[in-house]
């Protein structure tokens, strides 16, 4: 038996039984009506029945429970006298609407019945109440109808099957040459009632019962029936909503906005949802109902032209945004009908925005003293920031390419922006472009650090192959370029210069425009406008000043907010000087990963590393060293320069060094003329070096142990440029950073290398530099044996890219064939490339920062992978007590607002919870 | 300062101070000589100063505890009552050796000194009491030449020079004409101990000391000093031998060998060391010196002859054989001298043996009720057993094969035994050259599925790349099939049908002998007679029987030791009948590992696979899938019925698709036209299918998921198999193995479709199957959300091979360029995929045991990676509560063996502390 609960919640006449906390028993849309009655705004009366009368329906063999009937009548009553009309009464009938109302919004999902009460006799009354016969009629057609449908079950068979409803409303107009329904007259209506009971009843043998308490009873049960329709179950499951939650039944007095030019109906926002305006934004059409506005049949008039049209009426709305702002501190969504001349609240609910007003309106709530920064952060979900950051298309000329079929096909977005610009095929066609002043799009079946340059030239990079943490996606977003990659359905023919798009008939030629969308993942033919941030345009551009940008401000007020709550430090991948600037601007308070390699890219160097590689000798290897010694110093020397005293963590080499070798016959033959050995000799060597599983091969420290000169020379250079810089007066902090290790021992040995050498160095140029020397954890061991490595190590950094990897067994290069499918048949709730496993990889994480600080209680324990710019794998590093989390340049605020969330929502239990 | 110790232990008279035990005080050497005496051995007096008083030594700036000096003068007094002669003494001297003795042996590592206390005055007395002058002068001779080399450091400068003392013994022989020392004289050799004291003085400055205190104090000091000589240094790091132990210095009355006929001297085993045989094996010499029978300049008499020639002495050593046996219960290894007719014992201890002779020795001598059956088994190695299951080459044939220069190269030894054969350089030409009745070995570079046939037509394999747990190695030993690997410095032309062995001037052609030694990694060119072992020829061939066969026998009573001890089950890896039946007769209790994708490799089957792999359309691959059904159930049937009732762990299909299709351009032209399609199709297929990374890629259960259909076939063919076994009668206990398993999603889902298709089955044929759903443990995630994955899965496999790849970050195919440094240098103290890693792999296999069994209390844990076969890792498995292992049937005997060590091992933890 259940205990004897409240099932019933009246609300109307100034007073509520519930309240908007009580959405897990009235339903989001019972709770808030409770709550907009509390506040006194004029809401039609009714009555929630709760969430739990569903559970008990489902449990108890679709029964309620007993006291239910007696509770309803209650509040029945109640309805009537505060609405002053009586259910079935042949006079003065009160018509209700049933609505179902779960704790989550599902909309569309679950059924509803208007105008409930009519029959033969109440319709009488209404049309004495109106005046009106052909709307009391239309009103009881449209109510049969519903009924018909939903509670006794005459609807479509299937997809292809036409409402049987429809039909006979059809032959009806078309019996009286009519086009429209509102040609019909009362009495055509009236006719239709008709029709339609007794098609009721001959296809479903159901009598429509024209008792109102019997409508009343079907009408719940079937809005509770409905909870488990398979629409409803299949969203839920979507939605990972439980089906526990069950749904509540909003009864509520009927009121109507077409009771002619005295009425009418609108939805509203508080403030504008896609700027953040502080600006009333709505519409409204007299003489409707709230699906006209919704359908677009008709055009409705913007909420300002109600000033002139009924100022008292707007007045009150303007009342009533401010109360409902001040009340629930945020932007509200309402609908409201005015029925002959009184103006009715239907609906309210927190408003759905862009992220660009979510991010204003909270910044402008906090100045207008409305709310807390506290709340104004939480209430902006990190990702939002891209839209203050990215370039973006034009919407309208977006629309209009898509309405033109110019959408060639979706690929992953992977680097957030838009960019327009020529095909170009290779890097090189890239680059060569781009110096001739052309707009670029790099479009490659796959991205290899050999592009570095060709990338760096183009406005955004395709590819059709690669996961969200490909060679593409990666740098592109270390770069701040746009990306969008493993567009599958592209076939890029290299030898013909061009691609086709399958399942269209077209061939896009090297030099013809396309645009890609970063931030859907959309490949659209043609050229599109793109329009740059403002925020931008003050911090990396500064093409305009920061003071005369009101985006600029508020986003700068929103990061110093950020910056005082926040805890953990935010670093930032970069490798080069510039990227290090625009990470500065973002508010990069270190480097985090500075990953040596992409230093051997360029011309000049490529060169010396591959003399370096396929160098059969200790000399001719340290020779080539040599060579490179100055350059990596010079690179070294720029990126102190600009950190100027804040940490820099620098790796020294991880890739295996066949990703440095050509493969393609024509290049193996331009190496090795310029090396001036044979074709033959370089061909063995780049064979010698190729391996089955490169990801798990000869890589990371493995490379230093084998050949400790790599390791000599990058730490030479290293605490050269920090003399040198030193001497300048530059701070300097380098924290030398051992990718992949394994084993404590292979740490020891290049801990040992990178010591000596410092050692020598800074007694040849007699000064002091203070450096660390720490690892990557990246390997599952490394994480398990954490406290033998922290005896050691001096700081920890989790390279949770190859983390996930060996600790899931899946290569990101190749999951293409199945992950998606995982994602999607929800075998993973995430790529967890894109957002960090908690359960697995995250375990490993933790374990490893716990032993690792058991040993060494000060170590400093950070993450470099790309996880480190995902809001919610930043919240769990927060969790677990990390140091710092480092990202790419352009993720940098989103990683101080995401790591100011986590604050608050460790700190503030609640607000985790309802999140 | 340091607590009043007993630094110096006497033994001698019937009674020692020490005994046996005390080998951390006493070094091993002293123990032994003390516990000789206790059970009244004659063995000389002397005494010995104790371990601690080295580690005094190196802690106290190479002085002595001050009571040292005292308790040595005391335990010589001792010695001299004893021996009844006196230190120094002209007319009867006490000469003594001072010799090192550590707790481990360390054989050579420190220096000795003989025939101590003789100077011009006592060599007097000497020569009156022997009568021999020569003799005299010679130990006096030898005396100065040890003492100037090790205590007043006239030594060779390198290896390069002579020894000094040498040179000018040299030259004495030169003037006089002579060749051997045994030609000069006594008046010679005075003149060269005269000599050797001036060069000494004039070398190295100092006096050589008269006074045999002197020498005394002078020795003794060297020899602990050689505790830190750098051979000891280097000894111990490559030996794990902590330096704090320190050495032991025994200082011993002389008894000589040489002193005429009645004098001789003899080392003895107590059993033969080579057979086991219980029979007393030695070899003497009269009038020599120890060195005499070591060095082999006179060729020593066997042990019997001694029965002839000297019955008193013979019957003594009988009898001392027989007592030492009785007081060690186990073989002994001893030195003894006959000095003018008295036997005296110089050394005892543990005697080396062979694997055969440990074997045959501890079952008799539990025969013998000498020791217990736990005693036996703790004695020997489980890899020992191996030269009761191996053919070996003859040993005398090996010798000279090396001798003429005749050994190529080493490689890993990967798959025990000897094979000869001629050179096969394709599974192709092995195949057809076995077929002509030609005992073949296959070489290659590396071995692929592919070559599955022509592995198995070899008598042996031996490849050019690839580690311990490569292909090669992997179906080797699961075959039985002798298996070197990894051997680089075999450069294979596949072209020229040949191969070279770099720094040999040699090419070794196609059809030429060569043979290959397992156990040991040798190749040899040439035909090596090869020795089978009596057990397989009982077990498997059934060429003899058991009773017959000694050898057998004693095989068989160890291992009904060992079933009886362990608790551990031990199953096989095997995916055919034939290996499913040596495994049983190997004593396998079930299968823990059957690979169906080996079962795919037959020529019927091969084709019919490929097919399935490029079908196009999902109907496409039920057709060649429905095709495969009957083989694979006709499989399963097989070896169900060889294993009849014992559990049979079938996995689903694990490697990636593309190792099933060929990659040279001529085979994909002939799969084409054979699959009447397109090579351009088959070719784009083939890379759409390749992978960079292909272990970490789309393999295992990833391919079920995404094609459920090829789980559908694998399950019903194991069901249907099942059915058909239990109407024949056939226990059948089948357990459906899910491979690499990330996440209990991916688990549910296969698990979902192998019940849904048993339930069919059995419904169709009416049957009940016991079948289990279980899954393998080789992803770092799997075993670290086990509590998970135990709620479905009914039992866990961990798969160590993956398990450690994974961990390590480690391709077991990429690590040959690397790894075998890493062992070499002693980063890692075990290759990773030979012995488990214990601390990283080893915690995972833990972990993941715990959190499975903490869900599911019952669930059934084994092991089926190589680990499974290795007797350290098979102790860890124990010990962490496994319910099995599982490895390739020529191991499971040593599993046995291995799982009843670990019991011992666990139960007495004594046993463990000295092993």
Chains 1, 2 share one sequence.
């Not at 509770?224 to 909003?250: C, K």
């Not at 077409?258 to 949802?273: K, L």
């Not at 067994?809 to 790529?831: C, H, I, M, T, W």
Request: proline share 4%.
């Amino acid at each position: 038996m259940p205990k004897a609960h409240k099932y019933v919640y009246f609300f109307g006449n100034k007073k509520a039984e519930g309240k908007s906390e009580m959405k897990h028993l009235l339903g989001g849309k019972g709770a808030n009506l409770a709550e907009m009655v509390n506040i006194r705004l004029p809401v039609p009366a009714g009555f929630t029945i709760t969430t739990e009368v569903c559970t008990y329906y489902y449990s108890n063999k679709n029964t309620y429970p007993k006291k239910l009937k007696n509770d309803v009548l209650k509040a029945l009553k109640n309805v009537e006298k505060t609405m002053k009309a009586k259910f079935g009464e042949a006079d003065n009938p009160l018509l209700v609407s049933i609505r179902s109302g779960a704790r989550a919004s599902m909309p569309g999902m679950m059924d509803s019945i208007l105008n409930l009460g009519l029959n033969d006799t109440t319709v009488k009354g209404l049309i004495k109440k109106t005046d009106n016969p052909r709307f009391a009629y239309d009103s009881y057609r449209r109510f049969v109808q519903m009924y018909g449908d939903v509670v006794l079950g005459l609807r479509p068979v299937d997809k292809t099957d036409e409402d049987p409803f429809e039909i006979m409303l059809d032959r009806k107009k078309k019996k009286h040459g009519f086009k429209l329904d509102t040609e019909l007259s009362a009495d055509h209506l009236k006719e239709l009632v008709a029709e339609f009971k007794s098609a009721i009843k001959k296809k479903t043998g159901h009598d429509f019962p024209n008792d109102p308490m019997e409508q009343l009873w079907g009408a719940i049960g079937a809005v509770f029936s409905s909870w488990m329709n398979d629409r409803a179950i299949v969203y839920r499951q979507l939605n990972h909503i439980p089906s526990e939650w069950g749904t509540a039944v909003n009864v509520q007095s009927m009121v109507f906005g077409n009771m002619g030019e005295d009425s009418g109906t609108g939805v509203a926002f508080t403030r504008d949802p896609a700027t953040g305006d502080n600006l009333f934004y709505g519409e409204y059409l007299f003489n409707a109902q709230g699906e006209d506005v919704v359908a677009g049949t008709r055009t409705p008039n913007p909420i300002s032209d109600l000033k002139k049209e009924n100022l008292k009426i707007y007045k009150e709305l303007i009342s009533i945004r401010k109360k409902l702002e001040q009340h629930y501190k945020d932007m509200m969504d309402v609908e409201f009908t005015i029925q002959q001349g009184k103006l009715w609240m239907l609906q309210c609910r927190i408003g759905k925005r862009t992220g660009f007003a979510a991010i204003k309106m909270a910044v402008d709530m906090v100045k207008e003293k409305l709310i807390s920064k506290e709340t104004a952060i939480s209430r902006i979900e990190p990702n939002q920031l891209n839209q203050l950051l990215r370039p973006i298309f034009d919407s309208k000329e977006m629309k209009k390419a898509i309405n033109k079929n110019k959408l060639l096909a979706k690929g992953l977005n992977a680097g957030p922006g838009a960019a327009s610009g020529r095909v170009a095929l290779s890097a090189h066609d890239a680059e060569e472009m781009a110096s001739k002043g052309e707009k670029v799009i790099l479009v490659r079946i796959e991205t290899s650090p050999e592009d570095i340059k060709g990338m760096n030239a183009s406005e955004g990079i395709l590819t059709a192959r690669g996961g969200m943490t490909s060679h593409a996606a990666l740098v592109a977003r270390q770069m701040g370029k746009v990306c969008v990659a493993g567009c599958s359905a592209l076939k890029i023919d290299y030898k013909k210069r061009n691609f086709t798009v399958d399942g269209k008939n077209i061939v896009v030629k090297e030099g013809d425009y396309i645009s890609i969308d970063g931030t859907t993942g959309e490949v659209i033919l043609g050229k599109i406008k793109t329009k740059p941030s403002e925020v931008i345009q003050v911090l990396i551009s500064k093409t305009i000043e920061g003071k005369k940008s009101s985006v600029y401000k508020t986003y700068a007020s929103l990061m110093s907010w950020a910056d005082k709550i926040r805890t953990m430090n935010i670093r930032t991948n970069a490798d080069q000087d510039d990227q290090a600037e625009n990470a500065l601007a973002f508010g990069a308070e270190g480097i985090g990963l500075c990953r040596t390699e992409h230093m051997f890219f360029g011309d000049d160097r490529i060169m010396l590393f591959r003399k370096m590689i396929v160098a059969d000798t200790l000399e001719e290897r340290k020779k080539a060293l040599a060579e490179l010694l100055p350059l990596q110093r010079k690179d070294f020397y720029s990126i102190f320069k600009v950190m100027n005293g804040k940490p820099v963590t620098i790796r020294t080499l991880d890739p295996p060094l066949h990703e440095f070798l050509p493969h393609s016959e024509k290049e193996i033959k331009k190496l090795a003329s310029a090396l001036k050995i044979k074709v033959s000799v370089l061909t063995s060597k780049i064979e010698s070096l190729s391996e089955i599983n490169p990801m798990l091969g000869f890589r990371g420290c493995r490379i230093g142990i084998i050949y400790p000169e790599i390791t000599e020379m990058q730490a030479q250079a290293i605490i050269e440029a920090a003399c040198k810089a030193k001497a300048k007066g530059i701070k300097v902090k380098p924290e030398i950073m051992i990718p992949l290790v394994s084993h404590i021992n292979e740490f020891k040995l290049q801990e040992k290398i990178v010591r000596s050498v410092a050692e020598r160095v800074m007694k040849k140029k007699k000064m002091k530099i203070d450096y660390l020397v720490g690892t990557m954890i990246e390997l599952p061991r490394a994480a398990l044996t954490a406290d033998q490595i922290a005896e050691h190590a001096e700081f920890f950094s989790f390279g949770t890219n190859d983390l996930t990897q060996t600790t899931f067994g899946l290569s990101r290069d190749d999951a293409g064939k199945f992950l998606p499918l995982y994602v999607e048949k929800e075998l993973l709730q995430n790529d967890p490339f894109e957002v960090l496993d908690q359960t697995g990889v995250g375990q490993l994480v933790k374990i490893g920062t716990e032993m690792g600080r058991a040993t060494r209680p000060n170590l400093k324990v950070g993450i470099c992978g790309e996880h480190g710019g995902e809001p919610a794998s930043i919240e769990f590093c927060h969790n677990i007590g990390l140091d710092y989390v480092s990202c790419s340049p352009f993720r940098v605020p989103i990683a101080r607002l995401a790591a100011a969330r986590a604050v608050i929502f460790s700190n503030d239990k609640k607000v985790k919870k309802i999140k």
